[in-house]
Structures are given as structure tokens and as C-alpha cells.
């Protein structure tokens, strides 16, 4: 019976309760008659927040979200700031006040392939490890279009044991670099997993020029046994 | 018991079915896809002493009601066409004749540049192309200084053309919008001037004129901040009956009034940083109107801003307020003089309205919204433009202070 008469209490804490955000690695694809390769983080937010209706080039472009899930909180959260209800807001008052449409919201990241596979200048974004043969893979640079300056470097320490045994090679990291610099977090892509762990401690004292935006960077780092 | 988990199931029932009728449609035209949007709304108002927005607010009012309708296509990559309807009751105004809100045809170049024609929303400040859209604001009602609903067909839209475009400007030095625009102006006669003008014995038959401007916005480097300048001018034409002021019992004369010198400028900023907003805007409106044909001649200064704040604690629930100031000075020239004294002390309560306002606001879900909201109001400023208090429903005069309880809701898809 207690319980019972906690109900009601539960559910206005549920109804209340903050949002969760869940990470992603993300990347935008878009329809092969975008000619660009490559686009900035300034030009991706401008696109979706359809301020931009064609990129530098002269391409027409159009926006394909997901539905509001992990990938669209990681989309958010990497290029467009705020909260899913914020830029719902934002395009209802695009819409109703005549100045825009509501993009296309789609519930999958296969929906999403598929759709920006057949329509013309479509530009989305799905899981990282989503496969989508018919899409392009678009590189997104730091903001405005410039390279992330790396102002201050840590060389990684190389662990004595390894090198005696001259093991080495290159390691492969993802580094999410946030928008005032610091490198926020380390991803191991590839290479010997010790000396990774090291490469990635170094790394993460990293500092790069500031962006509007939070990016991603991939660098190797050699493990050379033989200097 | 029984009856009560029946009546929540059939409740329950009732809200996914109003859920899903409330998706936003969207069908096919001639192979273009053609979305289907609109909303409602609905509000309350019970005021302690003056009424209020030309409601019974004094006995608690929910003559308060507004909705729309719209369409639009993306027809080719660079041409949008849509249109808009919608339709009001608030108290003595709007009386539900519905109208076209906004119909146009939009074709953008390029990012840069754009044109857009038709019936076009009028870009004034952070939100007079969406004062109506309630679920847009945190608060139930915007601030009144700045943006009166009671006036609202004096800037919402007009019947021309707007060039606009956004720039990303190099050096990290954020991006510009800006839009000009040219075009008709055409306020209803269930607006709030033409009723406040009936106070006078006046018979308003049309209301309108040029009206042209300009508005650059900048988003600075600073994350979330972003200021702007508007500027609006007009040339605007009233004409009508009215009683002859000098001579009550000889019936009905022609009235027309015009303008001399009518203009509008307004400056704004807004900064965002995480849950909290903060936005404040000041407008100036200067108004100098020939009245009857030239014999006399009136020169209203009206100054309005706001500061307003508004913290998101949780997805569902967000609070804020606002203290918003208004003023206006007026002098009346030529035969009317003797009529209307200069009324140019801001310190009197006709002359002022200053508005310090809480809200809370729940979203029941993404589409349906509730805004609990109190005003307490110093000062009324009752003319010889209106804010808000007209003497249609307060035929014994006017108290200085007015406290309002304001209570909305809104539904959207």
C-alpha cells in the first residue's frame, strides 16, 4: 500500500527527470552529387540550421536528421549545441513564420542511407560504423574550414621493456578535441595496445587552437625501436 | 475501482489518439511533397482590478484564443512555396475573422542571397515574425512593450517583397542574416487601433500603407550571443467616420489620418549558454500623424524594453520572467489641442506601463505545452496609441496597478 502511495511521486520525478545524454561516433554522409569531400564544422551546423541552401561550391544541399536518439544527441552535441526541443523550437519558427521547412526526420540510420543514397543533395549523418556504399563519407574539418592548430605537444614516453624487445609501430588515435582546445577524450584505433595507452596518456595533455565547435582528429603516432 | 482504471485507460486512449491526429502531415502533389503544420492555442486571464487586452479580465476572461493553419513545398531545389492561415478572438479583437497570414514564394540563389514574395511575415527584432506561436515562448505573453498583442497587425507582415541572406564572415568573426524588405501594410479592422479609435466616436473603413525596413543580425564569436538593429518606416493612411469632436450633434464627418514621419527602430541581443537564455530589446516608435485632413496634427514618442530570463531546469519544465517598461509622450497640435493636453510626465500612470512578470512553463509533451504566468503591472498607458487598457471595458477609469494571472495553453504539429 505504501508503494502505491508513492506512484504518484515516482512518476512526477520521471516526468521531470533530466535527459540522458548517450555518446556516438558519428559522421555525415552525404548524396554523391555533392561534389565537396571534405566540409567544415561552421558549414555542417549552417546547413542544418538551414541557413545555408548550397555550400561554397554552388552544390544545393538539404538536411536529413535522425530521430531524437543517441546518434542525434552525439550530432548535437559535436556540431549544433543545445537540446533536441531547442532545435525543434527552432525549426517550428522556421515553419510558421513562413521562412522554412521542417527537414526530413527520419528513425534509422539504414533510413537515413537510404534516403540520402537517392536524394539529390541530401547531407545526414549516421553511426560511424554504419556501411553505406551508394553515400559519401564527408571529412569534417575544424571550424570555418581551417585545420586544428596543434600549439602544444607531449611526446609519448616509450616503455623501456618494449623497446629492448624492439616492439613498435604505429598507433592510430581519435582525439575529440573540444571547442577551447583541450583534447577531451582518446580513442585507440589501431597498434600495439600498450603502447597505445601511452600515446593516448600524451595525447590527452594535447592542446589545439580554439574552434566554434568540438572536432575530431585522427593522428598516428610511431613507436620507432630503433632511435 | 473499476470505473477508475476504466476512465484512465479511456484518458489514455484519448491522449495517443490526440498524439497521433497531431503528427505533422505531409502528402504528395504532383510529385512534390507538401507539408501540413498548425497549432492552437487557448488562454485565461484574471486580473485584481482594471480589465485588461479589451477582455472582462476582472471577472477572469478566456476570450483568448488563436490557431493556424499552414502548407508548404519544396517545389525545386531553390523555390519554397507556402501559406498560412490564421484566426483570433481576444476579447473585442479578432472576433475570429480569420486571415492570411502569410502566403509566399521564396526562391534562394544562393546561401547569400534570397527574395521572397507575397504576403511576408515583417522581420522586426528577436520575435515579431513569431509573436503568435506560443509554443515558440516561454512565456504566455510576450513582453508587452515591445511586442503588444493587442497591436500586433501594425508590424506582423506585409504585402511585398524582403531580399535576405546569411554570411559567414572569415576571421572567426561569426556570421551575419540580414533581410530588406518593401511592401503593404493592412491592419484588420478588429485590430487594436481601430478599436481603441471607436472609443472616440471613430468608424475606421481601412488602415494601412508602406511600410519598408531593414534588420542585420550578427552572431558573434562568442558562442550564443546575438545582436541586431531593425528598422522599420512608414507611410500609413487611416480613413473612416467620426463624430465631429466640435460639434457632437451634427453626426458623423469623414475622418482620415496620415502619416508625416512614422518609424520604428529597435536593437536587440540574446545570449544562450546551456539551459539559460537571456534576451532584452529596446524599440523606439516615433508617430507624427496628420489628423482630419491636416487641421490638426499629433506627435506620440513611444518607447518600450525588456530584460528577460528563462532557465530550462528539466526537459519538461522551464521558468522565467521579465521586467518590461514602457512609456509614451504626446502633444497634439492645431484644432484637437484643445482637446488632449501635452501628456509628456512618464512618471504618470497613463504614460507608463512597467510589467515585472514570472512564468513557469510545462511541456506535457513536445506538442502540447502549459504556461502559468503573473504580471504585476504599475501604470497603464492608455493613449493616445493603446497598450493594452482601453476604455471600452474600463468605462470608470483606470487603476494604477493591475496584478494578472495568465494561464495558456498551447498545441502545435
Redesign the interface.
Known amino acids: 500500500m505504501k508503494n502505491h502511495r508513492l506512484l504518484p511521486f515516482v512518476v512526477v520525478v520521471m516526468f521531470f527527470a533530466p535527459v540522458r545524454v548517450i555518446a556516438a561516433d558519428i559522421k555525415v554522409i552525404a548524396n554523391g552529387s555533392v561534389k565537396a569531400d571534405a566540409i567544415s564544422a561552421s558549414e555542417v551546423k549552417s546547413v542544418f540550421l538551414e541557413e545555408y541552401n548550397s555550400l561554397r561550391d554552388g552544390t544545393h544541399v538539404e538536411p536529413v536528421l535522425e530521430k531524437d536518439g543517441p546518434v542525434h544527441q552525439a550530432f548535437l552535441h559535436e556540431y549544433l549545441g543545445g537540446t533536441d526541443d531547442d532545435l525543434q523550437n527552432y525549426y517550428r519558427a522556421l515553419v510558421f513564420s513562413g521562412r522554412g521547412s521542417m527537414p526530413k526526420q527520419l528513425g534509422s540510420d539504414a533510413e537515413v542511407v537510404a534516403y540520402v543514397a537517392r536524394t539529390k543533395g541530401a547531407i545526414g549523418y549516421v553511426s560511424a560504423e554504419t556501411i553505406g556504399e551508394d553515400v559519401k563519407t564527408l571529412t569534417v574539418r575544424g571550424g570555418n574550414g581551417a585545420q586544428r592548430r596543434l600549439l602544444t605537444q607531449v611526446e609519448p614516453s616509450y616503455p623501456d621493456t618494449l623497446k629492448r624487445l624492439n616492439i613498435g609501430g604505429t598507433v592510430r588515435l581519435r582525439l575529440t578535441i573540444g571547442p577551447k582546445g583541450n583534447v577531451e577524450s582518446v580513442e585507440v584505433l589501431g597498434g600495439n595496445p600498450i603502447l597505445g595507452e601511452s600515446a593516448a596518456a600524451a595525447v590527452r595533455q594535447w592542446v589545439y587552437s580554439a574552434s566554434h565547435s568540438r572536432t575530431i582528429e585522427e593522428v598516428s603516432i610511431p613507436f620507432d625501436s630503433d632511435r | 475501482m473499476y470505473k477508475r482504471i476504466l476512465s484512465l485507460v479511456f484518458v489514455s486512449l484519448c491522449f495517443h489518439a490526440g498524439q497521433i491526429i497531431l503528427q ?1 502531415q505531409e502528402f504528395k502533389l504532383l510529385d512534390r511533397t507538401v ?1 501540413v ?1 498548425g ?1 492552437f492555442s487557448q488562454g485565461f486571464i484574471y486580473t485584481n482590478d482594471n480589465n485588461w487586452l479589451t477582455m472582462n479580465t476582472s471577472q477572469g476572461s478566456a476570450a483568448f484564443t488563436d490557431f ?1 493553419l ?1 502548407m ?1 513545398s ?1 517545389v525545386t ?2 523555390l ?1 512555396i ?3 492561415g490564421y484566426d483570433r478572438n481576444l476579447g473585442q479583437l479578432g472576433e475570429y475573422h480569420p486571415s492570411l497570414d ?3 514564394a ?1 526562391y ?1 540563389f ?2 547569400w542571397l534570397g527574395v ?1 514574395g507575397g504576403k ?2 515583417t522581420t522586426l527584432g528577436l520575435y515579431n ?2 509573436q ?2 506560443d ?2 515562448h516561454t512565456f504566455a505573453l510576450l513582453p508587452q512593450s515591445v511586442y503588444p498583442t493587442d497591436l500586433r497587425d501594425a508590424t506582423i507582415a506585409h504585402l511585398g517583397a524582403d531580399i535576405y541572406g ?1 554570411i ?1 564572415l ?1 576571421y ?1 568573426l561569426g ?1 551575419l ?1 540580414y533581410t530588406a524588405y518593401a511592401g503593404h501594410r493592412s491592419d484588420s479592422i478588429y485590430s487594436g487601433y481601430p478599436h481603441y479609435l471607436s472609443s472616440f466616436g471613430a468608424e475606421i473603413k481601412s488602415f494601412g500603407g508602406l511600410q519598408y525596413g531593414a534588420d542585420l543580425r550578427w552572431k558573434t564569436p562568442l ?2 550571443l546575438l545582436i541586431g538593429a531593425s528598422r522599420l518606416n512608414e507611410n500609413i493612411t487611416g480613413k473612416g467616420s467620426a463624430i465631429n469632436p466640435f460639434d457632437l450633434g451634427a453626426g458623423l464627418v469623414p475622418y482620415s489620418e496620415s502619416s508625416k514621419a512614422d518609424w520604428t527602430n529597435q536593437f536587440y541581443g540574446e545570449y ?1 549558454v546551456g539551459r539559460f537564455r537571456i534576451d532584452s530589446e529596446y524599440r523606439r516608435y516615433w508617430r507624427n500623424q496628420e489628423l482630419f485632413r491636416g487641421t490638426s496634427e499629433s506627435f506620440a514618442d513611444v518607447r518600450g524594453w525588456y530584460v528577460s530570463g528563462a532557465y ?6 522551464q521558468v522565467g520572467s521579465y521586467d518590461s517598461r514602457y512609456t509614451i509622450t504626446n502633444t497634439v497640435s492645431g484644432a484637437l489641442s484643445v482637446f488632449y493636453p501635452p501628456a509628456t510626465d512618464t512618471n504618470l500612470p497613463a504614460n507608463h506601463d512597467y510589467d515585472k512578470v514570472v512564468t513557469g512553463r510545462v ?1 506535457l509533451t ?1 506538442f502540447w505545452n502549459v504556461k502559468v504566468e503573473g504580471h504585476f503591472m504599475n501604470g497603464y498607458g492608455s493613449g493616445p496609441y493603446p497598450n493594452g487598457f482601453y476604455t471600452q471595458v474600463n468605462p470608470n477609469g483606470l487603476a494604477p496597478n493591475t496584478d494578472a494571472l495568465v494561464v495558456k495553453t498551447s498545441l ?1 504539429f
Open positions: 505533422a507539408q503544420h497549432f493556424g499552414n508548404s519544396q531545389d531553390k519554397r507556402g501559406a498560412q502569410w502566403a509566399v521564396d534562394r544562393k546561401s521572397r511576408v511575415k515574425d513569431t503568435d506561436e509554443f515558440l546569411n559567414s572569415r572567426r556570421a542574416s558562442k550564443g544562450t530550462r531546469i528539466c526537459k519538461r519544465l511541456d513536445k502545435n
